[in-house]
């Protein structure tokens, strides 16, 4: 016990051990520099001398003069940019392990200079993100990017594409397997068809295809043997070319047919045994990981072989998909965004290779406009559009690619000059019209009237059209706008008879069915490159025109002379169901009293029905492309008056039409109304 207390004691008596490092070096685990000296030279090169503190000393902290601290800050600072060195050369090396992207050059900020700006900083920070760990998920449209090499560049070589697939017995034809070998980018066969192609009226309307571009990549594929060719084609471009062949075929003129009959093919089977092929080479590139141009125009070619020129529902489907797929590759590009200068992801794109940039421009603007019509015309209902009225995307020049040949900027051809940019140019304005007037309401009489001023100024775009068949498509786009003029004024059709102030709306719908009538005679010149829906505006046209036969009396032959010189090739089958109708309208004309206020329309087609049955004419199977029987009238009867002020009339026929914007999904129609 006693022990203890001494060494109790003696341990209490010892003087306390010196602390060898200030109180905040002891903290920070750092060497402290000089015993006792306050503030030490750490404290000092960490800019808090006040921090400094010695546990058992109770002097005054040594403020030290001011030219000392001034050399510790100045150290502090060559700590500090060795650090940022050593940072810097860090993410350098990680970055040559990752990708083959370096920095933008910037010039070093002085040492008393900082950016303050917000924009710079995120800028800045996105390079630096996009440096690391590479472009996001959908670069332009989940975030901004700062960075010009914002996507990697495609790599010159594709992956190697072997031809052989499309030989495979999985393949959709076998006479595939006899044909394409003669029709390879070095057969005199495919490139003299390649030629009918690019001079023939699918490109002059649907120019989807830069020609110089295509040719170039044709003529280098052209020098190689089967086995070079299979290691460097680029399977999108192929899939495009197997195309340009089948729309090549598809509509060879007579003076071609020799060149279809070397294939040893059936003609008529061939273009779409080379479409099955075009979705085979498709499906072996990286268009879904990887956006590209080829694929917007690859789609659009699908989208007419199926849509356009397609029997059956069920391509119509197919053409929607191609069609969604297309816009989303297209939003991906940021062809949504374009304005004066090319996004640099697409600087030296394979689908625009030796185009100037301007030229390479308009084509992407062309393309998107393309989109945009496919997208407002097609698809009836609002909810399903994908390419937004306010997009940013400025309407492409008025110019062709001949005019790209010998100077860069070529001037703008005058708008009334059809060019190879003018479905996209007035396709788009038309859309733009649609969108702004669609609406699940009744339409007011001031908005009939806005509505109708603003087709007709988008009707007054249409340039002069020759008389070959480059003006088909232009044509076609004509007659849609006109039967959208029916569509709005055929709710008030018989109110114009009786009501002078809608007297208008009566004139605007005969108006614009004649006029459908009259263009069909000039499209027929052309006839198998009438879309098949085209059908049911020549039938909305005569049902307006067979009713306003009936409240006016005047004569129906005028018409059907119209008619027979129209419906020709595999549109004559309507002249059945419009003769019954014409025929029915004059006679219900003769055994009414008063038409104005004597007219059933119910009674009047169940006539026309009963005239159809008696000469053998199915109504309920003569359907094309989807379409309902003929006589489901496609009428949009949403009056907004009284319409019971028409004595005798059964409102039981008067239904909604199917197809409207405000149709429901199972009941929709598809075609470009």
């Known amino acids: 016990m006693q022990a203890n207390k001494k060494r109790k004691a003696t341990s209490e008596d010892r003087p306390a051990r010196r602390a060898l490092s200030c109180t905040e070096c002891k903290r920070r685990k750092t060497k402290c520099s000089a015993l006792g000296k306050v503030p030490c030279d750490s404290c000092l090169k960490r800019g808090k001398p006040e921090d400094c503190r010695w546990e058992g000393m109770e002097s005054e902290p040594i403020v030290p003069p001011p030219h000392e601290a001034h050399a510790a800050n100045i150290d502090q600072v060559d700590a500090l940019k060795q650090q940022v060195d050593r940072l810097e050369n860090l993410v350098n090396t990680l970055t040559n392990k990752q990708t083959s992207f370096s920095l933008p050059h910037r010039s070093p900020l002085p040492d008393h200079q900082y950016s303050s700006s917000s924009s710079d900083l995120e800028t800045a920070a996105i390079d630096l993100e996009h440096l690391v760990v590479g472009p996001g998920i959908r670069p332009g449209i989940t975030e901004t990017l700062g960075s010009p090499s914002k996507h990697p560049q495609r790599p010159p070589n594709p992956s190697p594409f ?9 393949s959709f034809d076998p006479d595939l397997i006899t044909v394409l070998p003669q029709l390879l980018p070095n057969s005199p066969i495919s490139q003299k068809l390649v030629e009918s192609f690019f ?37 999108i471009w192929f899939a495009l070319y197997l195309m340009v062949l089948s729309l090549s075929v598809k509509f060879a003129t007579a003076d071609q047919s020799p060149l279809v009959a070397a294939t040893n093919a059936q003609s008529s089977d061939l273009p779409t045994t080379l479409y099955h092929a075009s979705i085979k080479a498709l499906q072996k590139s ?22 356009h020129f397609g029997q059956s529902t069920d391509q119509s489907s197919i053409a929607l998909r191609h069609l969604d797929s297309a816009i989303t590759t297209a939003q991906w590009l940021e062809l949504d965004g374009l304005q004066d200068t090319l996004p640099s992801s697409l600087v030296q794109h394979p689908a625009l290779a030796g185009l100037s940039p301007r030229h390479a421009l308009e ?89 109708d001023t603003s087709l007709r100024s988008v009707l007054g775009l249409m340039p002069s059209l020759p008389d070959s068949q480059n003006s088909w498509m232009m044509r076609t786009l004509q007659c849609s706008i ?21 007297k208008f709306s009566s004139s605007a719908c005969v108006d614009s069915a004649k006029v459908i009538l009259r263009v069909q005679r000039d499209i027929s010149l052309c006839p198998d490159l009438r879309p098949a829906f085209m059908r049911r505006w020549i039938m909305g046209s005569v049902i307006v025109l067979a009713i306003h036969t009936i409240l006016t009396g005047d004569q129906a032959q005028e018409v059907l002379e119209q008619v027979q ?63 309902d029987s003929f006589f489901d009238l496609d009428y949009d009867f949403n009056f907004d008056f009284d319409f019971t002020s028409i004595p005798n009339l059964d409102m039981s026929a008067l239904q909604n039409d199917p197809g409207s914007s405000t149709g429901s999904w199972e009941n929709m129609q598809w075609g470009l109304i």
């Open 286 to 307: 990286d268009y879904l990981s990887r956006p590209q141009v080829g694929h917007i125009q690859v789609s659009i070619l699908y989208i007419l072989f199926l849509f």
């Open 162 to 170: 072997p031809l052989s697939s499309l030989f495979s017995s999985a």
């Open 199 to 235: 001079e023939g009226p699918i490109h002059y309307s649907w120019h989807v295809i830069a020609r110089p571009a295509f040719e170039s990549r044709l003529r280098e594929y052209s020098t190689l043997s089967l086995d070079q060719l299979e290691i460097k084609v680029d399977p």
């Open 363 to 451: 084509i992407c603007k062309q393309l998107y406009h393309l989109l945009k019509f496919m997208d407002g015309t097609i698809f009836k209902r609002p909810g399903l559009w994908r390419l937004a009225r306010n997009d940013d995307t400025p309407l492409p020049r008025n110019n062709d690619d001949g005019d790209y040949l010998y100077t860069a900027e070529p001037a703008a051809k005058s708008v009334d000059q059809m060019t190879e940019a003018s479905l996209s140019r007035i396709g788009s304005s038309f859309v733009d019209t649609i969108r702004s007037f669609t609406s699940d309401q009744n339409l007011t009489l001031h908005q009939i009237i806005t509505y």
């Open 565 to 627: 010189r129209s419906c020709i090739g595999t549109f004559a089958e309507l002249l059945l169901p419009i003769t019954a109708i014409l025929n029915t309208a004059g006679q219900y004309r003769q055994h009414m009293q008063d038409s104005r206020t004597n007219l059933d329309i119910n009674q009047f087609f169940t006539q026309v029905k009963d005239k159809l049955s008696s000469t053998g004419g199915d109504v309920n199977n003569t359907q094309q492309n989807g379409s």
């Open 482 to 502: 006109l039967y959208r003029l029916i569509r709005l004024h055929r709710p008030t059709l018989l109110r114009g008879y009786k009501e002078s102030t809608w």
